[in-house]
């Protein structure tokens, strides 16, 4: 069946029943195996990585597939998919996968194959220079970021995605490509505390964040919005019923309660947070979700708030940059950077790698005495000499 | 075939499917696009077509070409769109603020998801974004696809849609971003007619569910993990589409304990394979890896000189139980103690395999930082056997649905409704017994809620009974 070319396709405005199909569900998976996968569904006997970005996967029968990992920008156009129908259709029987973290995985089922593919996707370049298919993005290096919409799609940013995904990427681009770390890296962004990316969990995380209460549009509140929902939606209760001067119904905001999570913002659009010198850059790191050796973990704040330096955001790929190497230099092997952090301690953690130590950085939400250190178990650094001159304890 | 879809699958070829020529499809040469500058002034975006990393401005680009070069009735929503979408973006970076406003209820006629409604605040400026919605496609389960598929999708965004896309969207969804309102039919109808697909979910639905590769190309997998998602996905279409939920719902399907698709940290309901029995050993070719003739973890550590493999420093001293012995290199592994963490499969891929008697283990009520502070999911069933039709499964995830949508607020997910009512009162209600798995250590404080009738003769007591023991 083609594609419809009339404006209204087979859709028939004045009989919105008519014809429509619902609840079908996603299409079924098995006809988008290769032949080589669905023969030895379940029948993998082992796995080894040739070199970054190649997977060869063994089967019990013998069979081989091999993979090639490539980076993408989640954000693709028709045109770039299409470019990767080609190379699935020259190479790979016109099968693709993509991965949880956005890569584009070819599959073939020889190394004959392969060395075509592989030279293939390395000389395709967009015309400003970047690659257009990197391969990489296996073991222990950092792969894919993982992102949201930011500025191209979303109502609630802090901050923008895919520019400063762009922008570390290029800068970890030799961590994509060779494996060298002690253990896999993930970096994750999302552009504010929503976080449709879950990106708490991540070896290093990028967070949106803003840092100005809203701003109450008293004008259209009470048209626009639910003013009790937007009352219950702060969760520190800073939002209250107020009256304008004219004596409409609006709300005023405890400006110094707020915890600028955004929430009554998602509830009522009269309450906007965005600002350009309130809006910002969050750091956390040394969070994992794998079971391996220790238990999954959050990732901690290390760096409370750096500009929205568009378009390259200098600020934050430095400091991701001083993060990852200490932790290249320091770790030990299959040590992932929060296991690293602990083992060390995180007064060493900020020794090493040189952030600084700031007041946002210790808890004072719920929970928060959980975070306090109640030992005397702990590793002298400068930091702590600090203290010590301060309260009187040394010269 | 070991898998059969629940309905015949509509085969989809794009010689019969297309709309775009060859020729339309090839319109543009490197040396045009090198010159090509969009209608707006984009200073900062073209900063970033340079660098290795792939360029989505260069990439943008090229669509916006494209659609230069496309004939008038090639085409049923506006020509500029891509161009406007970057000259906004560059809006907002000199802004530092996003010009998106805020929501706008769009659908399709009687789902109460799978679109997201977008506007422009800068409608005059960006006229052809003014209306800006976004489409999610629920993807095949781990995200394997034809190029059949992938052409047909294409052809369909670019002549009603802006041909932007994200694949993929955080949850899972194949995203088709921006259209118009008028559209929005049109393209549901070409999705589920011409394409046999349907959308995901949004708002107060259950989520598109997804899932890590499994054992479609991964020795570890202790599930068909693709299949436990499509027949879900398949079997809760109803609440997919028509929000009955106080909030979100996410299922995510977890081969194993290693978590590729990050179900513990974000889905409502996680499912993460494991087995009860024995890890599998080949002796011999653990001897082959202490011998340093196999390449630890995979090769996954290559990029490095980290020294000849050493079994003890990296595997059974990092054994988190110290299960493991080698005992006259013979690999001994005390089943009973291990809490299958894969570190040592990882390790030795070849040697040592997840064992036979495979299922999987249910935790509960993970979430990102809104509204409560972020929680990781919370273990609730060891162990229950994954096989189809999966009703073990289907009941007990109605059992906590139920329970959800009696008792939870408002956009309160089902980790904030736990921790709201206490787990032993949310075992109860779902009937299961409590068990030490269930939590990390008992609970610190004696508050214990005891009630009436775990105490003998009940609460109600006699005063006066009690003053005859004791004087005012």
Known sequence: MALSLDRLGIYDPKDPLKNRLTDLGPRHFWQYF????????????????????????????????????????????????????????????????????????????????????????????????????????????????????????????????????????????????????????????????????????????????????????????????????????????????????EGGKTVKIKKERCMFCGNCYTMCQALPLSDKEGDGVTILAGGKISNRISEPKFSKVVVPWLPNNFPRFSEVVEKVKKILEAYAADANKYERLGDWAERIGWEKFFEKTGLEFTEHLIDDYRLAYDTWRTSTQFKYTAAAWDVSRFAGGIE | MPFEPNEPQKEIKYEETRIYTDAELNSCSDEELKNFKIKHQIPDLEELENGPWPSFVADAKQEALHRRKLADERMLIDRDVVEDMLGQLQVSFDDGETHWKHGGIVGVFGYGGGVIGRYSDLPE??????????????????????????????????????????????????????????????????????????????????????????????????????????????????????????????????????????????????????????????????????????????????????????????????????????????LRIDNQECTRCMHCINVMPKALKPGKDNGLSILLGAKAPILEGAQMATLIVPFMKAEPPYDNIKEFIEKVWEFWIEEGKNRERLGELMQRTGLPKFLETIGLPPAPQMIKTPRENPYILWKEEDVPGGWNRNVNEYRTRHKR
């Not at chain 1, 470019?83 to 004959?112: K, W």
């Not at chain 2, 965004?157 to 259209?179: A, K, P, Q």
Request: a negative charge; proline letters at 5%.
């Open chain 1, 34 to 245: 290769p032949p080589v996968i669905q023969n030895n569904y379940g029948k993998w006997a082992y796995h080894e990585v040739l070199e970054t970005g190649i997977l060869m996967h063994v089967s019990e029968t013998g069979d081989k597939i091999y993979t090639v990992r490539c980076g993408a920008a989640r954000f693709m156009t028709v045109q770039h998919v299409r470019e990767i129908c080609d190379i699935a259709d020259q190479y790979c029987d016109g099968f693709v996968r993509f991965t949880t973290r956005n890569n584009i995985e070819f599959l073939v089922d020889s190394v004959e194959k392969l060395e075509a593919l592989k030279k293939d996707l390395e000389s395709r370049k967009f015309v400003s220079g970047s690659y257009k298919f990197p391969i990489g993005g296996t073991g222990a290096g950092v792969t894919n970021i993982v992102h949201t919409q930011g500025y191209i799609h979303c109502h609630t940013p802090a901050t923008d995605a895919s520019s400063m995904v762009k922008a570390v990427s290029d800068e970890l681009f030799k961590y994509f490509q060779g494996m060298t770390l002690p253990a896999k890296v993930r970096v994750s962004m999302a552009c504010c505390l929503n976080m449709c990316g879950a990106v708490h969990c991540s070896d290093i995380a990028l967070l949106g964040n803003h840092r100005k209460p809203p701003i109450v549009d008293h004008e259209v509140i009470d048209k626009v919005c639910e003013i009790p929902l937007a009352i219950a939606a702060c969760p520190v209760g800073a939002i209250s019923p107020d009256k304008t001067p």
């Open chain 2, 125 to 330: 400026r960006y006229p052809s974004i003014a209306h800006f919605h976004t489409i999610r496609v629920n993807q095949p389960a781990s995200k394997f696809y034809n190029s059949d598929l992938l052409r047909t999708i294409c052809d369909m965004w670019e002549y009603r849609g802006s041909g932007l896309m994200n694949l993929h969207g955080s949850t899972g969804d194949l995203v088709l971003l921006g259209t118009t309102t008028e559209q929005l039919e049109p393209i549901f109808f070409e999705l589920t007619h011409v394409l046999g697909q349907d959308i995901g979910g949004s708002g107060s639905n259950l989520r598109t569910p997804s899932c890590c590769i499994g054992r479609a190309r991964c020795e570890f997998a202790c599930y068909d993990t693709q299949n436990l998602c499509y027949e879900l996905t398949q079997y809760y279409q109803d609440e997919l589409h028509r929000p009955a939920f106080p909030y979100k719902f996410k299922l995510k399907f977890d081969g194993c304990p290693n978590g590729c698709v990050a179900s513990m940290a974000r889905s409502d309901m996680s499912f993460i394979g494991t087995w009860r029995d024995s890890i599998r050993i080949d002796q011999d070719t653990v001897k082959a890896y202490i011998a340093g003739d196999v390449v630890p973890n995979g090769g996954a550590h290559m990029g490095r000189d980290w020294g000849k493999f050493d079994i003890h420093k990296e595997v059974i001293d990092l054994c988190p139980t110290k299960c493991m012995s080698l005992v006259d290199d013979e």
